[in-house]
């Protein structure tokens, strides 16, 4: 069994940055692919970014292309999301993920954190 706990969420003005972290325990991470997720109020939970076990490959949502940056510290069982330029729409609860393979699919992640709420002032 893993747990995963996600950090890093607030309130901030839309421009600003703000960095998510997910902790694993339990279950080395470097084991995992990694995903972050995001779901809005009333909207569907929707794939935002996710990295490969070794981190050489990423996967970007279009929403987060040149905005966001996802990385790992495997020494660290901790995986990242740099968001910059953040907009109204960001505003969601985020979630990270852990999967045998690097997919958008959100059935094929076994393992989720609670998630952390950004949310972001116009």
């Known amino acids: 069994q893993a747990q995963l706990v996600e950090s890093g969420g607030g309130l901030v003005q839309a421009g600003d940055s703000l960095r998510l972290s997910c902790v694993v325990s339990?279950?080395?991470?470097?084991?995992?692919?990694m995903g972050w997720f995001r779901q809005a109020p009333g909207k569907a939970r929707e794939f935002v970014a996710g990295i490969s076990r070794g981190g050489g490959t990423t996967d970007y949502a279009d929403s987060a292309k040149g905005r966001f940056t996802i990385s790992r510290d495997n020494a660290k069982n901790t995986v990242y999301l740099q968001m910059n330029s953040l907009k109204p729409e960001d505003t969601a609860v985020y979630c990270c993920?852990?999967?045998?393979?690097?997919?958008?699919?959100?059935?094929?992640?076994?393992?989720w954190g609670p998630g952390t709420q950004v949310t972001v002032s116009s």
């Open positions: 993920a852990a999967a045998a393979w690097l997919t958008r699919a959100q059935n094929y992640y076994d393992y």
């Open positions: 339990g279950r080395a991470v470097s084991n995992r692919a």
